[in-house]
């Protein structure tokens, strides 16, 4: 297959042009699914949609029992799926959380989410990824700038720029401790970033990512185009984006943690294929090849 | 001399009252002084007070010049005065630049800003200590949360809560690119920490402060009480915040830099005595003892 969108190729960065749409649907399912118009639009210009208090109160609290829950449950797991700090060793990331756990496996099949999902990107669906993200206070680290895309691309072989990260906010995220920031519109482009992806580059870059990063000039340069938007909000909203949409957090040295449930929902039409680096794909708890959802069923 | 306020002595932190008025002018000073009573009571409850845009463009221009002047000059210089950041050996500050930079000599000296201090603390006034903080786009580090009175207070032997920090925003201080952040509030208890200083602790925790570090527990318990206000502003404004309040701020991931002016005014009824800690003095670029300052002469 050709790779429409090489990176990890060149000698210098680039900034190439997307070349596919924002909205999948047709006219008539972006008319008839739950986004209006208005917020259509922005997502469209912006690469991003935030959706404030989209969960209740309640279940607000039954997600975050279930966090503790699962933090607790894999303070000593040492199985891959458990991503550490790289100094603390506490736990950053825990993936493929939605087969471990019913509720969050029912939240992975929850049509409220499901139809939008559907509704732009017009077509089926399934989930490609699925992890929560512990940002704890006092000594929560950054997460770099990166384009989700480009590493799932590169790594995983996702060929088209088809697919949307949700984020549940499960704490409330405030400006000062670590939100995520986006840049608005920078899913209009792509950076094709430099260095070569070495084997297993995964079991390192998900506790730091150096791979994959976009350079200091393309990051200058679309932030003086966008600027940044911080998506602080309360616990129980949405934050949708696309999964080009350049984003990153700062550290969290507030005692207030920031955690979040983050899945991605991937086109059926939009399937992976080998990864564009060559090299051999990563686990299934990163990057679903098989496609068992059922959401593919129109649950 | 005894120690009002006494730290690192302790096995288990404790949260102290403050023994020290905040507003130290008589009524007539505090009436005449530029600060008017809504502004004095502001920093009298909190700790701090904002002055958006307090410096002119122009201003601001001439001392980002002489800021990156200082940056250019300081490059290679391996003098104590140049602190660097423990990873990247970028310069992290440069201490007594006042001295080095007759630019800076005079804003140390300018009565906008000293009227004000006067007016606070109620007596003539000198310069304690005058910084540059460089936090640089892309890699900018944190500042833990600290109160500077108790580092000032033990390895420097201030014995009273008299002293003013002063920062001038170089660059926009945005929510997003590492702003100070504060507890309002909080300069009102004193937080003793636990740990034991070492000879020349100096040269390290410039670098990175781990003792005098607040624990978590005070920490958690202070901002619950008083919240985090961050101190997001144009360049060109000036912040004012009292000797003990809590402060620190997040690293910086984003393209846009950090920096800013900080300096120290100290009372003359103030004086630093022999150290709390029994250790000997920090140097002279970090702790004025000599007080040969021309603010003391009513400049």
Redo the contacts between chains.
């Keep these: 297959m050709e790779d429409l969108y090489p990176s990890r190729v060149y000698d210098k960065p680039k900034i190439l042009e997307r070349k596919d749409p924002v909205l999948y649907g047709s006219p008539g399912e972006l008319k008839e699914g739950p986004l209006n118009k208005q917020q259509l639009d922005f997502y469209e210009t912006n690469g991003f949609l935030l959706l404030d208090n989209f969960f209740s109160p309640e279940e607000v609290k039954e997600m975050r029992k279930h966090l503790d829950l699962l933090w607790e449950e894999n303070r000593d797991n040492d199985s891959p799926e458990v991503i550490r700090e790289p100094e603390s060793n506490e736990i950053r990331s825990i993936f493929d959380a939605h087969r471990k756990n019913e509720m969050f496996n029912r939240l992975s099949r929850d049509p409220r989410v499901t139809d939008i999902i559907r509704q732009i990107l017009g077509s089926d669906i399934y989930v490609h990824q699925f992890r929560i993200n512990f940002k704890p206070?006092?000594k929560g680290k950054?997460f770099?700038?990166h384009s989700d895309f480009e590493t799932w691309h590169v790594e995983d072989g996702m060929p088209r720029m088809r697919a949307i990260s949700c984020s549940i906010l499960l704490t409330d995220n405030?400006?000062?401790n670590?939100p995520l920031?986006l840049i608005p519109g920078s899913h209009k482009k792509y950076v094709s970033c430099v260095g070569e992806t070495p084997e297993d580059n995964y079991k390192f870059s998900l506790k730091k990512q150096e791979l994959g990063v976009p350079d200091?000039e393309s990051?200058?340069r679309m932030?003086k185009e966008g600027g940044?938007t911080?998506a602080?909000a309360p616990a129980g909203s949405l934050l949708l984006f696309e999964c080009n949409t350049m984003h990153?957090?700062?550290?969290?040295?507030?005692?207030?943690p920031r955690s979040n449930v983050f899945f991605v929902f991937n086109s059926v039409k939009n399937k992976l294929v080998e990864p564009f680096s060559g090299l051999k794909p990563r686990p299934e708890y990163i990057a679903n090849r098989t496609i068992q959802t059922p959401v593919l069923q129109n649950s």
């Design positions: 206070g006092f950054e770099y700038w405030h400006s000062y670590g920031m200091n990051l200058t932030v940044i911080t602080a990153g957090s700062n550290g969290n040295i507030t005692p207030l």
